[in-house]
């Protein structure tokens, strides 16, 4: 049998708090683990929490927001979580990545394209070829057509696609060994959507670089991920493959999300969604945080169930766990 290589990076009980340490927690109770090579998809509602956990793990966060920062954040067996500037200086600049949703928050718009790629690339690349050659040749990794010509655009005059085509090459001058993708595609068109899911598939598999993959649509994380990991206002209430979790969802939120995916068969009609909305952070009810929604709640529930495990690499934060497979609508 081969033995799996080991986690590139491993987070421990992550929480991040406004502020003081009995402040509301954004995010609580994190635990999650990445090998080289593999994608991990990360979903849930909007205000689960998904974006403060990607930004956590790149301590990207609001200052308030870092303080409040509690757990590890083991990269190649480094604690993120206590490094100083210079040394998340360095890591951010060469071994983690992040495209996010909006191209323009990541591109500098008085700046040619060509200049902000050779920007990264003086810092970061030990690739052959000129800085000219490098940057015409990133622009091509990432399917830009006429590329030379390209590197004296600006921003502004590039499509959402190929602007975030553009943050993608920049990303990956550096050559990450992780890169955390939040919601990389929203903005974008269907079609143009699945060309860069692609794109960046091929470069992960080209790279073998571990990728985090932030996203709503389970559209997403089925073409994309090899293990999921369900949020839910705060916390991770269901972690494991992908298969098993969209074939025997064993936590009731999971079912529910994904019962509420239209399929090619679906009547719009007869479309399930999940009554009420997520409670805000300083809202958040006692035990299992989604009892109020949901359809199997039993008095048990007001007490907070932990995770366990419920099939090999399968766990749920839930007491009375479903045990059947979904038939999908
Ligand atoms: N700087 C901040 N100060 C206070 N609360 C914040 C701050 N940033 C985020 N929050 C709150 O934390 C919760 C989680 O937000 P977050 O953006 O991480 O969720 P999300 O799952 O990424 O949502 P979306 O899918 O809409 O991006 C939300 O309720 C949000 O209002």
């Not at 190649?76 to 996010?100: F, N, T």
């Not at 030990?126 to 990133?138: C, D, F, K």
């Amino acid at each position: 049998m081969q033995i799996p290589p080991a986690p590139l990076l491993e987070v421990r009980d992550l929480s991040v708090r406004l502020g003081a340490p009995d402040a509301p927690a954004l995010i609580e109770g994190v635990n999650l683990s990445l090998r080289p090579g593999e994608t991990l998809g990360l979903v849930g509602e909007s205000g689960s929490g998904k974006t403060t956990l990607g930004m956590a793990l790149m301590r990207l966060l609001p200052p308030l927001l870092d303080r409040g920062l509690s757990g590890q954040v083991i990269y190649d067996g480094r604690d993120v979580a206590r490094m100083q500037p210079a040394e998340l200086a360095d890591i951010r600049g060469s071994e983690i990545s992040m495209i996010l949703q909006d191209p323009m928050a990541s591109l500098n718009p008085v700046f040619s394209v060509g200049n902000q790629l050779k920007e990264g690339l003086r810092r970061h690349a030990t690739a052959p070829g000129s800085l000219q050659e490098r940057a015409i040749r990133a622009l091509d990794d990432v399917r830009i057509p006429s590329p030379e010509a390209r590197l004296a655009s600006y921003p502004h005059q590039m499509s959402g696609g190929m602007r975030q085509r553009v943050v993608g090459a920049i990303a990956l001058t550096r050559a990450p060994r992780l890169l955390i993708a939040d919601e990389p595609t929203t903005s974008l068109d269907v079609t143009i959507q699945y060309q860069f899911l692609d794109l960046l598939k091929d470069l992960q598999a080209r790279l073998g670089m571990a990728m985090l993959f932030i996203t709503h649509d389970f559209g997403v994380v089925a073409r994309m991920c090899d293990r999921v990991a369900v949020m839910y206002a705060g916390q991770i209430v269901e972690q494991g493959p992908v298969r098993d979790i969209f074939a025997r969802p064993t936590h009731w939120y999971t079912r529910a999300l994904l019962d509420s995916v239209p399929t090619v068969n679906t009547r719009l009609d007869r479309l399930p969604t999940i009554p009420g909305a997520p409670p805000t952070v300083a809202a958040r009810p006692e035990g299992c945080r989604f009892h109020p929604r949901c359809a199997n709640a039993q008095s048990r529930c007001r007490s907070a169930p932990p995770m366990q495990e419920r099939r090999p690499g399968q766990s749920a934060r839930c007491w009375f766990p479903l045990d059947s497979e979904r038939t999908p609508a």
